[in-house]
């Protein structure tokens, strides 16, 4: 896909992430990103031929693209690795093509720009992954997350079936950064990393005590059009940080097996 009418925003230089190549320490089966934002969405507005209007699509885009649905209820669409989904409340664009990365995120910031939302709420800008790992490796990173010590005396040989992980956000912004570890379903044996880098699209001070009341309460999210520019300024001043922090995490989870694998 070819994007159009973004010139403005940065360009980075990612590493080859394609399938089956080396990424960090680890060669993924599996790699997804995903920009997803809450708020208020026409799916029968955002369609191609609107893209096309606004030049966030070019020409060979608009000629070539596939069909899942076009409807008041949904949009989903295909810019060749890149998936657009449109549903009266959230606006999410794909790709599992390293190289289409940062095309997909200028087409989620470019609809923003075009007043493709006249509210919004909550930004995600999150990655999944699935690595194969062999068994002695599998079971370390397991051991390493999740200590088996607590459950060897009531269960038969216990195993890590799924880990979840907040961490507060420190850039000034409100949200958080939620990470998941899990056996993979694509590669066995093989795990599973999922990290949610979310966005209430608001600043606020940056937590220094576990024990604070402010990680106690829940946010409701509020549907705002001054959160429109947040939603944008953190797509492109903030891209580069949030990929780099995905890496650090995957290359994190699997060198836990890597350096406590091989000293087994």
Known sequence: MAAAGLASLPRFAWDSGEKGVFVGIQKLASDHMAVVVLGEFDPLTIAPKWLRKMDLIGEEDYDSYSVEIISAGATIVSFGSIQLKVLPETLQVTTDVAADVEVARDLAAGILLSKGSPEVSMMGINRTVH??????????????????????????LPGMLNLGIKGV????????????VQPSNVVLPGVFVSINDHYDLTYADTVTDRDSIELLK???????????????????DGFRASRGRAQMIVDRVASLGMTTGKSR
């Open 131 to 156: 690595f194969e790992a062999a068994p002695d490796e599998y079971h370390a990173i397991g051991d390493a997350l999740a200590p088996k010590d607590a459950w060897s005396s009531m269960l038969h």
């Open 169 to 180: 956000r420190d850039d000034g912004y409100g949200g958080s950064i939620n990470v998941q």
């Open 218 to 236: 829940e946010v409701v999210p509020q549907r705002s059009a001054d959160k429109l520019p947040f939603a944008v300024k953190i797509l492109t």
